[in-house]
């Protein structure tokens, strides 16, 4: 008997093998294939827990931080957790559960995603808008009206919500990837000297290299500086890169209110942004002991740092590109891409 295990079932390649192998062909295992970062939610009657199913970066189990009650036995012994209450962190491989603590509302009864005053003096917001699925079912976008003046203050009106509207509210799930971190440090020489400034790059190694998944009421990415503020030191280069993995929604019941727990009556769905396992590698790799010196022609007075890079960093200037050309050349940024 010739056994093809579900990975590899294909319904060509089954016909083409009874055609052609005098043996009898069974299809063995489940056909329905469960891919890497798979999220699953449930209510265990007090909290809603997440379990993602195993997946890796660059051929390592991502991590995660829980409670010592969400892990398996086998884990509580593997990982010596002394009590429920204890947090430990292991990798996913060991399918552990993550409480859901954090969550954001989208649509009716929303929280704005940014509000201000414009030049006439009224009031704008922007609210995160409801995907089109969940119109279908039922949920409204935010209306409301603000009016705002001297006299009066700011008053809000909320729009009008039918009696059988439904509410939305989801939580997003990402990991960090620690990185080497670039540094730049800046020297000058003396009055004698004011045509060197010098910078040295060189880089910081992370305490631990373990890619880890968070999650949050909704991710927001790092922002990354320019390269003129990471050259003036104005902002550090990030440790780490991050991608988000997940949006978990939880779809009311017709009528909720915005006040209402979120429990067993909400029903959870999950829109995946990673379906594969994912490889990670840095912009450049340089060599773990190295340090670089480039020596820039600025005609300056030395000796005030401040004043020498602001000239140094003037936008259009010959010195700052080259200043960019060689920090791109050597910063350490990663990209992600799925296997």
Do not use: C
Request: proline share 6%; aromatic share 10%; net charge negative.
């Amino acid at each position: 008997m010739f056994e093809i295990p579900a990975e590899l079932w294909n319904r060509d390649v089954v016909g083409t093998l009874r055609k052609r192998i005098p043996f009898r062909i069974r299809e063995i295992g489940s056909r329905k294939w469960k891919h890497p970062f798979k999220h699953s939610v449930r209510w265990d009657g007090e909290n809603w827990l997440l379990q993602v199913n195993p997946g890796f970066v660059n051929a390592n189990p991502v991590e995660v931080t829980t409670s010592g009650k969400y892990i398996s036995p086998a884990s509580i012994i593997k990982h010596t957790v002394q009590n429920d209450e204890e947090d430990v962190r292991l990798p996913i491989t060991e399918y552990p559960e993550v409480q859901v603590f954090d969550w954001r509302g989208i649509g009716s009864g929303a929280d704005p995603l940014v509000s201000g005053i414009d030049a006439s003096g009224s009031v704008e917001e922007s609210f995160e808008p409801v995907p089109e699925f969940f119109q279908n079912q039922g949920v409204l976008e935010e209306s409301r009206n603000i009016d705002s003046s001297f006299a009066t203050g700011v008053t809000i009106t909320e729009g009008e919500r039918p009696q059988d509207a439904r509410l939305l509210r989801a939580f997003d799930t990402y990991i960090e990837v620690p990185r080497l971190e670039t540094v730049v440090d800046w020297s000058f020489g003396t009055v004698l000297e004011a045509t060197l400034a010098t910078f040295t790059i060189s880089y910081k190694e992370p305490e631990d290299d373990t890619a880890i998944l968070y999650n949050t009421a909704k991710f927001t990415p790092e922002t990354v500086p320019s390269e003129i503020d990471l050259l003036a030191g104005i902002f550090s280069d990030s440790q780490k890169d991050q991608m988000k993995m997940a949006t978990v929604y939880f779809l009311s019941a017709p009528g909720a209110d915005p006040s209402d727990e979120l429990d067993d009556t909400w029903t959870p769905f999950v829109a995946h942004d990673v379906f594969f396992n994912l490889s990670h590698r840095l912009k450049t790799i340089p060599e773990p002991t190295k340090v670089e010196s480039n020596t820039l022609q600025t005609g300056l007075a030395g000796g005030i740092a401040d004043p020498i890079i602001g000239g140094l960093l003037a936008q259009n200037n010959d010195l700052l590109n080259n200043a960019q050309q060689i920090y791109n050349a050597r910063s350490t940024g990663g990209t992600f891409w799925s296997v």
